[in-house]
């Protein structure tokens, strides 16, 4: 059974940084593409960045730039690193796998916040 923590969210400053991980279990984690996508409140939920097996990267627009997606395939751990962070950052993070339809996946962990404020 798919099992995804995520963790490292908290309340960080306009211009601070944050990395999150998330810890996958019950997957041979090294055969799938794997994101991390957001919720804000009262918005629809977005990804953000993906990275393949063999470590691909690719990023949202709103993200490129600011925040790096990497993947440790011995531990079965995804990691964002998050800088710059501003305010329209604020939301809850989590990771799952990537693919063309992930908006109909049904299997989300419990996500982490993230907190930008002054």
């Known amino acids: 059974q798919v099992q995804l923590v995520e963790s490292g969210g908290g309340l960080v400053q306009p211009g601070g940084s944050l990395r999150l991980s998330c810890v996958t279990s019950?997957?041979?984690?090294?055969?799938?593409?794997m994101g991390w996508y957001r919720q804000a409140p009262g918005k629809q939920r977005e990804v953000l960045a993906s990275?393949?097996?063999?470590?691909?990267?690719m990023y949202a627009d709103s993200v490129k730039g600011r925040f790096i997606i990497s993947r440790d395939n011995a531990r079965k751990m995804v990691h964002l690193q998050m800088n710059s962070l501003n305010n329209e950052d604020t939301a809850v993070y989590y990771c799952?796998?990537?693919?063309?339809?992930?908006?109909?996946?049904?299997?989300w962990g419990q996500g982490t916040q993230v907190t930008v404020s002054s």
């Open positions: 019950g997957i041979i984690f090294s055969n799938y593409a």
């Open positions: 990275i393949s097996g063999a470590g691909a990267t």
């Open positions: 799952n796998f990537h693919r063309r339809d992930w908006r109909q996946f049904t299997y």
